[in-house]
């Protein structure tokens, strides 16, 4: 009976344990682009004025995607967008400040 209570209460442990290492915060320092700069990439795309959103948003890579496999486990960027008809939206990779998605919004009616 000991040894079952010992035996699940470390696994108990090193699950609790895995799962505080897992969960971490990305480190400040790996976050390169701040808002004013993923405003500035933005204008280059064309999203500049008075009603720009910006919103910073993390993404987890599932584990049979290509990026987990190579080592990555989550994905944090920006999405600027200005959300009218055929308004440009852009999302900027927060650590390489690269474009890795573009497009324009086409609401129907």
Avoid at 11 to 25: A, P, T
Avoid at 38 to 63: H, M, P, Q, W
């Amino acid at each position: 009976m000991k040894n079952k209570f010992l035996f699940i209460t470390i696994i108990f442990l090193l699950g609790l344990c895995f799962s505080f290492n897992s969960c971490k915060e990305k480190d400040k320092n790996e976050i390169k682009i701040t808002e004013s700069q993923a405003l500035k990439i933005a204008k280059r795309y064309g999203i500049s004025g008075d009603n720009v959103e910006i919103f910073f948003k993390t993404y987890n890579y599932s584990k049979s995607s290509l990026g987990y496999q190579k080592g990555k486990r989550k994905l944090y960027y920006w999405d600027v967008s200005k959300k009218c008809n055929h308004c440009p939206f852009i999302q900027i990779d927060a650590v390489t400040g690269n474009v890795f998605s573009e497009g324009k919004y086409n609401y129907t009616y």
